[in-house]
C-alpha cells in the first residue's frame, strides 16, 4: 500500500483515555497510555521506548472481543491503520491489501460493491480487520481463513516486520499462530484473496432455514452474495444483542470440541444433544445447548447476565466489571462441567 515515505511522525499519545465507547461490552476502563497508531512505521520506535520503560502493553482493535480490567497500566496501541487496495490480479484470483485498523463489516460491504464477492457470511461481526486472523473468525459456513492469503506484523521478537503465509498462520476453528503467541505479533496489514469463481454457501441451519421460509430454497444456486449479505444480516440481528444496545462480545465459549468416544457417550444420556461433524475421530458441540440446557438463559448475576435469546453470549446490564462477567462465567463453566463432563473454554482474550 502507498504508504508515507518520509519518517512518520510519532504516534499521538493519550493520556488517561476512557475506553467505555471502545470496547463492546461497554466496560468501564481506563488506558494509562493510549498511542494512536496509524500506520505501521511508528510501531517500531515506539515497541523500543515501551522496552526502556518497561510498561506492560496490549493493542486494541475494535474492543469487541475483550474482557478488559478497569485500569490498562502502561501501553495501549490503538490500531488505526487505514486503507484498502486492490495489490494484484491473475486469471483466477484477486488480491485486496487492507490496513488492521479497518472495521470489519465496512470491508464487507466495501468487497460486495467492488465486486468481490466471498466475505458475504462474514457481515456484522464486529471489530476490526487486523483481529480477524487471530481468532480466524468465523460464521456460518465459512471461516476468514478461506480469504487470507498472508498477514504482515511487527514480530516483537524479532523486532522486524514479518509476513506469514496462510500456512504459517496455523488457522484452525478459532485459533492461529498469532493467538498461540500472545503479545509477540502487532498485525499491521492482511491481504485477502478472492477467488474469481464464487458460489453461494447457504448450507448452515440458520442460512438454509432463512431461505426455506422466504419458499425460494429451490432458488439458491441463483442467490447473489448481497441476498445472502442481507440474510445473514437479518439472521444474526435477531440472534445476537446490538453491543450499541447492550453490551456484549458474541459468543462467550467456544464451542467444544471432545473425541466420537464421548460424543457417543453422552448422546446415549442427552439423545437431543446439538453437535457438529469436525475432523476425524472429534465432534463440536454446541456450546448454546448446553448452557441453556443448564438453565441460564436470561439468567442474571449482579451486573452480568446470560442473554435471554441466546445462551452463548453473556451481556452487561450496564455497570458490569470484568468480575461480574468472569464470575458468571465460572459459574456456567462449573455446571456444564458437572452436568455434562464438557469444558467450556473463554472466547473473548481476557487482559
Ligand atoms: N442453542 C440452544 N440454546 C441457545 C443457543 C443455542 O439450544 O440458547 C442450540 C441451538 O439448537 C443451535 C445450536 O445450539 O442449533 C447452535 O447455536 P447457534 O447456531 O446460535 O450458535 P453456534 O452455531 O454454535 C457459531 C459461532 C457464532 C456464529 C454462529 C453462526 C462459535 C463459538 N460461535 O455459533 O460466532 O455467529 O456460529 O455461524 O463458534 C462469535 O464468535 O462471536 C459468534 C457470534
Known amino acids: 500500500m502507498n504508504r508515507a515515505k518520509n519518517a512518520p511522525l510519532p504516534p499521538k499519545l493519550i493520556p488517561n483515555l476512557g475506553l467505555k465507547s471502545r470496547n463492546t461490552f461497554g466496560?468501564?476502563?481506563?488506558?494509562?497510555?493510549?498511542?494512536?497508531?496509524?500506520?505501521?512505521?511508528?510501531?517500531?520506535?515506539?515497541?523500543?521506548?515501551?522496552?526502556?520503560?518497561?510498561?506492560?502493553?496490549?493493542?486494541?482493535?475494535?474492543?469487541?472481543?475483550?474482557?478488559?480490567?478497569?485500569?490498562?497500566?502502561?501501553?495501549?496501541?490503538?490500531?488505526?491503520?487505514?486503507?484498502?487496495?486492490?495489490?494484484?490480479?491473475?486469471?483466477?484470483?484477486?488480491?485486496?491489501?487492507?490496513?488492521?485498523?479497518?472495521?470489519?463489516?465496512?470491508?464487507?460491504?466495501?468487497?460486495?460493491?467492488?465486486?468481490?464477492?466471498?466475505?458475504?457470511?462474514?457481515?456484522?461481526?464486529?471489530?476490526?480487520?487486523?483481529?480477524?486472523?487471530?481468532?480466524?473468525?468465523?460464521?456460518?459456513?465459512?471461516?476468514?481463513?478461506?480469504?487470507?492469503?498472508?498477514?504482515?506484523?511487527f514480530d516483537t521478537h524479532k523486532n522486524a516486520f514479518v509476513t506469514l503465509s496462510n500456512k504459517d498462520c496455523q488457522?484452525?476453528?478459532?485459533?492461529?499462530?498469532?493467538?498461540?503467541?500472545?503479545?509477540?505479533?502487532?498485525?499491521?496489514?492482511?491481504?485477502?484473496?478472492?477467488?474469481?469463481?464464487?458460489?453461494?454457501?447457504?448450507?448452515?441451519?440458520?442460512?438454509?432455514?432463512?431461505?426455506?421460509?422466504?419458499?425460494?430454497?429451490?432458488?439458491?444456486?441463483?442467490?447473489?452474495?448481497?441476498?445472502?449479505?442481507?440474510?445473514?444480516?437479518q439472521v444474526r440481528t435477531q440472534?445476537?444483542?446490538?453491543?450499541?444496545?447492550?453490551?456484549?462480545?458474541g459468543s462467550f465459549f467456544q464451542n467444544p470440541i471432545v473425541s466420537t468416544e464421548q460424543y457417543n457417550a453422552l448422546v446415549q444420556q442427552f439423545p437431543n444433544i446439538v453437535s457438529y461433524p469436525d475432523a476425524a475421530g472429534k465432534r463440536k458441540l454446541a456450546a448454546g445447548w448446553l448452557i441453556d440446557q443448564c438453565g441460564f438463559k436470561g439468567k442474571r448475576l449482579a451486573e452480568a447476565g446470560v442473554y435471554e435469546k441466546q445462551a452463548l453470549v453473556i451481556v452487561n446490564y450496564g455497570n458490569a466489571s470484568a468480575s461480574d462477567i468472569l464470575n458468571l462465567a465460572k459459574q456456567i463453566q462449573e455446571t456444564v462441567q458437572k452436568q455434562y463432563g464438557v469444558t467450556l473454554d473463554i472466547e473473548p482474550n481476557i487482559l
Open 239 to 249: 440472534k445476537l444483542p446490538d453491543p450499541k444496545v447492550i453490551g456484549n462480545a
Open 27 to 153: 466496560l468501564e476502563v481506563s488506558a494509562e497510555r493510549a498511542f494512536e497508531i496509524t500506520q505501521p512505521d511508528q510501531i517500531p520506535a515506539l515497541m523500543d521506548e515501551i522496552a526502556q520503560n518497561q510498561w506492560a502493553w496490549r493493542v486494541l482493535g475494535g474492543g469487541s472481543n475483550v474482557i478488559l480490567p478497569p485500569v490498562l497500566s502502561g501501553a495501549t496501541l490503538l490500531m488505526n491503520i487505514a486503507g484498502q487496495e486492490v495489490a494484484n490480479e491473475d486469471g483466477s484470483n484477486t488480491y485486496l491489501l487492507v490496513g488492521a485498523g479497518v472495521n470489519w463489516h465496512e470491508l464487507v460491504q466495501w468487497t460486495l460493491t467492488h465486486n468481490l464477492p466471498g466475505l458475504e457470511n462474514l457481515a456484522l461481526i464486529p471489530g476490526t480487520v487486523g483481529a480477524t486472523p487471530i481468532q480466524n473468525i468465523g460464521a456460518y459456513g465459512v471461516e476468514v481463513a478461506q480469504y487470507i492469503e498472508s498477514v504482515t506484523a
Open 171 to 233: 488457522f484452525a476453528y478459532r485459533d492461529s499462530h498469532f493467538k498461540q503467541n500472545p503479545n509477540r505479533y502487532i498485525v499491521t496489514e492482511v491481504l485477502f484473496k478472492f477467488p474469481k469463481a464464487w458460489q453461494p454457501r447457504v448450507h448452515y441451519a440458520d442460512l438454509a432455514k432463512f431461505f426455506a421460509d422466504q419458499s425460494n430454497a429451490d432458488l439458491a444456486p441463483t442467490l447473489s452474495p448481497q441476498e445472502i449479505f442481507d440474510a445473514v444480516c
